[in-house]
């Protein structure tokens, strides 16, 4: 991207901000990366890109936790449901 042209945006139409991190799950900027994307420079859109794959990995680690959580709960029995 070096050709002076602006990178398009990350966009991938899933648009729902993690209640933790203040990331779109889909693009993985902020709402304030979101709406200002059409007025930044080729430069800001790079930076913001360049940031995006440790932000990925970020979402991607506390959400493996979150299933793992969510997957041992899954099995356990709930009080109400064990037999008499």
Do not use: F
């Not at 430069?43 to 913001?48: C, D, L, Q």
Request: hydrophobic share 35%.
């Amino acid at each position: 991207m070096s050709d002076g042209r602006a990178p398009v945006s990350p966009c991938i139409g899933v648009c729902t901000l993690d209640s933790v991190s203040g990331y779109c799950r889909g693009c993985r900027r902020t709402i304030e990366e979101i709406a200002a994307w059409p007025r930044l420079d080729a430069t800001a859109k790079r930076r913001i890109i360049a940031a995006l794959q440790g932000r990925e990995v970020a979402l991607e680690t506390r959400h493996a936790g979150t299933n793992q959580e969510r997957a041992a709960r899954s099995k356990e029995i709930s009080p109400w449901m064990k037999p008499p």
